[in-house]
């Protein structure tokens, strides 16, 4: 079966430091990845999706980028993290139509400090 | 473009009261629509989904919706919530096309608070 792992659950870091968090996923072959960002009351927002290694497409402009170094893999990155990149952080992975469903990991709770 | 609103911020309820919670998208491609619920610091789970057929789907812990086109709705109920059913609940549309690849435009989330 498919499994998505996501880590690390929470991170506090500060204002100016760089960021990277990973997700993957298990039984499954060349996914469709996405990165989603929940802030408190904005909901849940795209940020990154990619349908193979090294492609990737942004939603929004941002100070965040997203890297897929292997077929399973995806990378949230910054270099500068800012007060507000604070959220919840989601990867998910889809299958497509017409038995289309998305996936979600635990999820990462980011605080910006 | 496609658009997900959800009516209700918050929607409070008595133990074993039935429920709906209501959503209506706006898409102008082929319609794939889902809800997921989404317990404190935890990712989302589905809930059920609307892909094709029958406009009745029903899904886990007793949940159901209907998919109505012409209203562009996908109500979710539960005819008798328990103390569990406390989340937040998200209703999607899942786009495909138009350089979209499965992107997930979801409502801005409904808390369900179960009281005894």
């Known amino acids: 079966s498919q499994t998505i792992h996501q880590w690390p659950a929470t991170l506090v870091q500060p204002v100016g430091s760089p960021l990277s968090l990973e997700c993957t996923v298990e039984g499954t072959s060349n996914p469709n990845l996405y990165w989603y960002r929940q802030a408190a009351g904005r909901g849940l927002q795209l940020l990154f999706y990619?349908?193979?290694?090294?492609?990737i497409s942004s939603e929004v402009p941002q100070n965040l980028s997203a890297s897929r170094p292997q077929d399973r893999q995806f990378i949230l990155s910054s270099k500068k993290l800012l007060l507000s990149d604070s959220g919840f952080y989601l990867c998910?992975?889809?299958?497509?139509?017409?038995?289309?469903?998305?996936?979600f990991g635990q999820g990462t709770r980011l605080t910006v400090v | 473009a496609q658009s997900v609103t959800q009516l209700d911020s918050q929607v409070p309820v008595f133990e074993e009261a039935p429920v709906e919670l209501r959503c209506n998208y706006s898409s102008s491609v082929s319609v794939y629509l889902f809800w997921y619920v989404q317990y404190p610091n935890q990712g989302l789970q589905l809930l059920l989904k609307?892909?094709?057929?029958s406009t009745l789907v029903k899904g886990i812990n007793g949940f159901e919706a209907e998919f109505n086109k012409s209203q562009t709705s996908f109500h979710l109920r539960k005819p008798s919530v328990h103390i569990s059913d406390t989340a937040e609940y998200f209703c999607a549309v899942s786009v495909w096309g138009g350089g979209s690849q499965g992107n997930l435009i979801f409502g801005k989330g409904t808390k369900l608070s179960v009281k005894p």
């Open positions: 998910a992975w889809a299958t497509g139509p017409p038995n289309t469903e998305a996936f």
């Open positions: 609307y892909l094709s057929g």
């Open positions: 990619s349908v193979g290694i090294g492609q």
